[in-house]
């Protein structure tokens, strides 16, 4: 008895499962005709979206909503601070007042004699630089010294060789240059500025030693090439500099002495004593004339 009731109760409870299956299947099938029906008409379609869509994704498990994806953050990169500029200073600077006193052996009012008398005392190792003044005259320049009293040395000397000389002089003034630039550059600022005004000094220093001393070509070759070397160094410092007119007009006369510089030694090797003893002497003239020309193009 036993055996017989729970047979037929699994078979009634077989047969109703079948029979629900069957009944699921019939409604979702008419749903999904509903659905058809209805989504091809305007109310059918707001239905579809608003109730049965929403309806059937949480029977099948599916949310409507997609899951927010992870939008990366890129890292910002972050721009290298600023450190503050080094600050601007006023940098004064003296070029101060200089005398030259000229051995002038003759001026002429006819160039041609000027260059005859400039070619015959540079056979005896003198300069023999011409100048042209405002008047027109050419005047012939033996040697420069830096003070009186040298020059009327030699004038007595000169003149008891027999040559008649007279004394021609030029005082640049003292001027006050001022620049703007970094404090840390000042004082390379001020060496340079010393190392181009001191040009013409050094070198009528080294014309006078070279005849006194009896120096030598290779010496004066030397003598050249440290000249050469301090100005490129004094040059370099005013780089960032040269659009203010002091500097400008410093660097371009640093340029000539260094052209020179250039065009002496590539006479050096066909040189004597007593030509090497003229080029430093009409090299130190000239120098000395075309710095009273840059005083002045300053102030």
Request: hydrophobic residues 40%; glycine residues 6%; contains cysteine.
């Amino acid at each position: 008895m036993s055996r017989t009731y729970e047979s037929r109760y699994s078979d009634r409870r077989t047969a109703g499962k079948g029979y629900s299956m069957r009944s699921v299947v019939f409604i979702l099938l008419c749903c999904a005709l509903s659905v058809f029906l209805l989504s091809t008409s305007y109310l059918g379609d707001k239905l579809v979206d608003r109730y049965i869509t929403p309806t059937f994704a949480r029977i099948m498990g599916r949310a409507m909503t997609p899951e927010p994806t992870a939008v990366p953050v890129l890292a910002q990169a972050h721009e290298p601070v600023a450190s503050d500029p080094e600050p601007v200073e006023k940098i004064e600077f003296e070029l101060p007042e200089t005398s030259w006193y000229l051995l002038q052996m003759g001026a002429y009012a006819d160039p041609e004699e000027a260059h005859a008398q400039a070619q015959a005392i540079q056979s005896m190792g003198a300069g023999g630089y011409i100048y042209e003044d405002e008047q027109g005259f050419s005047r012939v320049f033996a040697a420069a010294y830096a003070d009186q009293e040298s020059l009327l040395l030699v004038q007595q000397q000169v003149r008891s060789s027999g040559y008649e000389n007279s004394a021609y002089s030029i005082h640049p003034d003292g001027i006050q240059v001022t620049l703007s630039g970094k404090e840390t550059d000042a004082q390379q600022l001020r060496s340079a500025m010393e190392t181009i005004q001191q040009v013409p000094g050094s070198l009528t220093d080294f014309a006078l030693k070279y005849d006194a001393n009896d120096l030598d070509l290779s010496q004066a070759i030397q003598y050249m090439h440290e000249l050469d070397l301090s100005l490129a160094v004094a040059r370099h410092c005013f780089e960032g500099l040269k659009d203010t007119t002091p500097m400008a007009q410093m660097d371009a006369y640093a340029a000539w002495i260094m052209d020179s510089i250039s065009t002496f030694l590539s006479k050096s090797d066909t040189m004597n004593k007593i030509e090497c003893g003229a080029a430093l002497k009409h090299f130190q003239i000239e120098s000395i004339l075309k710095y009273n020309i840059l005083i002045k193009d300053i102030e």
